[in-house]
């Protein structure tokens, strides 16, 4: 099953579109994995100032390369000795290239905010990730209990729909596998295959953790009569939101934060969290801890988590990670959306076994 994953996961990469981007003027990146002289558990003692903090950071993520370039420019207005560059794509080929660098000693992210804890507690198990409690983190109700990684956003998957097709939504995961309820579309979406469109969780690891959360609260069976139904699999949560809007798949699941943008926009989609639930993801921050500039690295965190930026990710339609920070106009609050309860301890020990069952399933 290894070798499945692998080859899927390969052939996934190699279709994929490398997302990085540099911000700030052109310098060598550092690539000797030093350990840090000493963990700082605690935000209360004391770092550089704005003016002595300098030198280079290196930031993996998933999250969209606008925001995550908005962020590093905004960073290097309060710091401008410090140098971002941003290397973005989804949590697969994030998680990839991370994997290569351990593997190589070599280790060049300081900074890396993914898309679930899954990936995030993998490192930790690896032992690569730095102890740090940022500034403000009692704002944050969800973060690693020994301090190596902090919650900066919440995303979740839900139901698009494109509202000039689709006049009756899905109000549950389980209408996405309801024959009735496909017979209630309209021609040829009630016969068609590709009336739903998902996201692959060998690219996406929001994905992953949906895929996850499904498979326990229904069992494997439902992907089976996913498939055998005609629900179709697209390379990202993106990918979804676009096919949705263009009307080439009608239905689709996608991030909430991504329909909020395009509804802002225009677009004729909408969305639904699902009565039955859906998986809250808390969107982790972590710092490498062979990090060679654990200051600004530390600067950097605290800034992901200040309000400047978490007021910026609310204006993208994101729920924010701090409880002071009201989420976007006529989001509900997180305590109000409706969840199926994820242990990510558990999913980040199977990660492999969960995107090798779904390739079989899916994909095969």
């Known amino acids: 099953m290894k070798k499945l994953f692998v080859a899927l996961l390969i052939f996934v990469l190699a279709f994929s579109v490398v997302g990085s981007g540099c911000v700030g003027k052109k ?22 100032t704005t003016k002595e903090i300098s030198g280079t950071i290196h930031f993996y993520t998933s999250i969209p ?30 998680m990839a290239k991370l994997d290569a660098e351990i593997e190589a000693g070599k280790i060049i992210a300081d900074v890396v905010w993914l898309a679930d804890p899954g990936n995030t507690i993998y490192l930790k198990n690896k032992g690569v990730l730095m102890k740090y409690i940022p500034k403000d983190a009692d704002k944050v109700p969800v973060k690693d209990p020994e301090g190596y990684w902090i919650a900066g ?65 229904y069992g494997w069976d439902y992907f089976k009569k996913a498939k055998e139904m005609g629900i179709v699999v697209l390379k990202s949560n993106g990918a979804v939101k676009n096919a949705v809007i263009e009307g080439q798949d009608p239905i689709g699941v996608t991030l909430d934060y991504m329909v909020r943008q395009a509804i802002a926009k225009g677009a004729p989609i909408n969305y639904v969290y699902p009565e039955d639930g859906t998986v809250l993801i808390p969107s982790p921050i972590a710092i490498m801890k062979t990090t060679e500039n ?3 690295a530390k600067a950097f965190v605290d800034f992901l988590l200040s309000k400047e930026v978490q007021e910026l990710l609310v204006q993208y339609g994101i729920i924010p990670a701090r409880t002071d920070v009201a989420p ?12 199926i309860q ?23």
């Open 328 to 339: 976007p106009q006529g989001t509900p609050s997180i305590t109000e959306i409706p969840q």
């Open 153 to 217: 956003r919440f995303i979740a998957p839900v139901i698009a729909y494109n509202t000039e097709i689709v006049k009756n939504p899905p109000k549950k995961w389980s209408d996405l596998v309801d024959s009735n309820y496909r017979a209630s579309l309209p021609s040829p979406w009630n016969t068609a295959e590709g009336w739903v469109a998902i996201p692959n969780p060998l690219y996406s690891g929001a994905a992953t953790a949906w895929v996850y959360g499904l498979s326990e609260k």
């Open 342 to 364: 994820i242990d990510w301890e558990k999913l980040s020990a199977q990660l492999e076994d969960i995107r090798n069952k779904f390739s079989e399933i899916m994909l095969g």
């Open 65 to 94: 390369k606008d925001i995550a370039v908005k962020i590093a420019e905004e960073f290097q207005k309060k710091y401008p000795n410090v140098k971002v560059e941003v290397y973005r794509s989804g949590a697969s080929k994030v």
């Open 27 to 48: 310098e060598t990146s550092t690539t000797t994995a030093t350990p840090t002289p000493s963990e700082t558990t605690s935000s209360s003692t004391p770092t550089q």
């Open 294 to 296: 654990p200051d600004a």
